[in-house]
């Protein structure tokens, strides 16, 4: 168990809203990530972060930001949601040391 | 640039069948490798792993040893169950803890009928 928190695990917004996933850890690792997950797309990063302020964009990053003010927070925002964000999203983390990815049990978004 | 190739499937079994899962890679240096697990509505789990050539990583029944010399890391199971039905996922990371190194494959969708 990896200690990993994601909430809301199930929300239904509007298009034009905005909303934000967070993803919690306990174990205070270094890297989190963002994924979202799609028939046919597979896996694809949307953000990931080195640490407290520190991110970067992954393959899918328009039309998403990210935070991270606290080692165990790190919070993924649509400023605006669109029908083309539905989706289920992943966070995961990595310890400080080896290479193993562990994943959080995702948020289904639903943007209608 | 590194690369994880699998079959797409869906496959489907009967229980107790043997299971072979493809994966084979691309990649420069000496990655690890990797098989994770998706049980519907869940987030994805680590099976096993293997870190250098000729490797075994195994775990609830499942096998796949890393073969350097024809890139692979076929997944294995000799007998499987209906609570095996999942999606597989290979993946590589070329080494340290950077994200960009990291590569999954599309996965692989497992049905065992009993």
């Known amino acids: 168990d990896a200690g990993i928190t994601q909430s809301p695990r199930h929300k239904v917004t509007e298009t034009g809203t905005p909303v934000t996933l967070r993803c919690h850890q306990t174990?205070?690792?270094?890297?989190m990530y963002w994924y979202r997950q799609d028939p046919g797309h597979g896996l694809r990063l949307i953000h990931y972060?080195?640490?407290?302020?520190?991110?970067d964009k992954g393959e899918v990053s328009d039309g998403y930001s990210v935070s991270r003010s606290k080692t165990e927070d790190f919070l993924l925002t649509l400023e605006s949601a669109t029908s083309s964000q539905t989706s289920v999203y992943f966070c995961a983390l990595q310890p400080h040391s080896g290479n193993t990815i562990y994943f959080g049990e995702g948020s289904w978004l639903t943007v209608v | 640039g590194d690369s994880v190739t699998q079959m797409e499937g869906p496959v489907t079994l009967s229980e107790e069948a043997f299971l072979t899962i493809n994966c084979t890679y691309t990649?420069?240096?000496?990655?690890?490798l990797f098989w994770y697990v998706q049980y519907p509505g869940e987030g994805l789990q680590l099976l096993l792993k293997?870190?250098?050539?000729?490797d075994k990583g195994s775990n609830k029944g499942f096998e796949a040893t890393y073969r350097k010399e024809t890139t692979s890391f076929h997944l294995e199971k000799g007998s499987v169950q209906v609570s095996d039905s999942a999606v597989y996922f290979c993946?590589?990371?070329?080494?340290?803890?950077?994200?960009?190194?990291?590569?999954f494959g599309p996965g692989t969708s497992l049905s065992v009928i009993p």
């Open positions: 993946a590589l990371s070329s080494g340290g803890t950077s994200y960009d190194k990291v590569i």
């Open positions: 990649a420069t240096g000496y990655p690890s």
């Open positions: 174990e205070n690792h270094r890297y």
């Open positions: 293997a870190t250098k050539a000729d």
């Open positions: 972060s080195y640490g407290v302020k520190d991110t």
